[in-house]
């Protein structure tokens, strides 16, 4: 089993940028794949992100593929999402993911398809 703190949300004028960092707790944080996911008010959560166990494969959503970049530090145990040029349509709550995985090279993007679920970070991008 893994928690997940999301740290780094927060509020940025459009263009801008902001690093989220999710903390996870456990030993085999290594084993897990990682994702981010956002809820804006009123939407469904939707992705954002993937990595593999290795972080050597990503996929993105679309909107976001040449702005958002995750990564991980498996030695300490931290997944991220550097954000940059946000957009007042990238205003919603952050959420990490995890989803344990005997596989590298593999990476999930449906809600239903994660285990483990942080809190929530707010990012709010004002126009």
């Known amino acids: 089993q893994v928690q997940l703190v999301e740290s780094g949300g927060g509020l940025v004028q459009a263009g801008g940028s902001l690093r989220l960092s999710c903390a996870a707790s456990?030993?085999?944080?290594?084993?897990?794949?990682m994702g981010w996911f956002r809820q804006a008010p009123g939407k469904e959560r939707e992705f954002v992100a993937t990595?593999?166990?290795?972080?050597?494969?990503?996929y993105y959503r679309a909107s976001v593929k040449v702005r958002f970049t995750i990564s991980r530090d498996n030695a300490k145990n931290t997944v991220y999402l550097q954000m940059n040029g946000l957009q007042p349509e990238d205003t919603a709550v952050y959420y990490c993911a995890a989803e344990l995985s005997y596989y590298d090279d593999t990476y999930y993007f449906r809600v239903n398809e994660y285990d483990y679920w942080g809190q929530g970070t707010q990012v709010t991008v004002s126009s």
């Open positions: 456990g030993r085999t944080f290594s084993s897990y794949v």
């Open positions: 990595l593999s166990t290795s972080g050597g494969s990503t």
